[in-house]
């Protein structure tokens, strides 16, 4: 129970919860702290990074600088959510291909942000990449590579 709490419920990678949690409390908090889900990075709790990036009903945001409160009957879904029946998804498995993964703290915010894209433009040009990845920070890779794995990615889902 938290002093103040407000009763919230919402689902995470399909699975529904209802939670008290507290006017301050943010998304990204909830999911590390309560509900054990690490893959989301805690990077600048600003907002300006990327690392913390998630999907709430389908579109990415910053889940440092969203509250918790604010999710009443919304779907969110994180990086543990995009891998099934123990495989890693077609874009995990690129960013591996291609070396997209350095020291891996961005990637679960470049990987939801590029899905977002992906389900939205099946197709997008390297510009379009780009311009999604606007909000996302990565020190190591430099980005080539993480726009090789997505084109690798919409050529194999163009593969008849």
């Known amino acids: 129970m938290t002093v103040n709490g407000v009763a919230v419920a919402f689902s995470v990678n399909g699975v529904a919860h209802r939670l008290e949690v507290g006017p301050g409390e943010t998304l990204l908090r909830t999911l590390r702290e309560r509900l054990r889900l690490t893959g989301t990075k805690d990077g600048c709790v600003e907002g300006e990074c990327g690392a913390c990036t998630v999907l709430v009903d389908d579109r990415p945001v910053d889940s440092c600088i969203l509250l918790t409160a604010a999710l009443e009957g919304r779907q969110?879904?994180?990086?543990?959510?995009?891998?099934?029946?123990?495989?890693?998804?077609?874009l995990q498995q690129a960013f591996i291909d291609?070396?997209?993964?350095?020291?891996?703290?961005?990637?679960?915010?470049?990987?939801?942000?590029?899905?977002?894209?992906?389900?939205?433009?099946?197709?997008?040009s390297s510009f379009e990449v780009r311009e999604a990845l606007d909000g996302n920070i990565c020190r190591c890779t430099g980005y080539r590579q993480i726009i090789e794995a997505v084109a690798a990615v919409t050529a194999e889902s163009t593969r008849p």
């Open 98 to 124: 291609h070396g997209s993964v350095q020291c891996g703290f961005c990637t679960p915010g470049f990987l939801m942000t590029l899905t977002a894209l992906l389900e939205e433009n099946p197709s997008p």
């Open 76 to 90: 969110v879904r994180t990086v543990e959510g995009l891998s099934g029946d123990g495989a890693l998804g077609p």
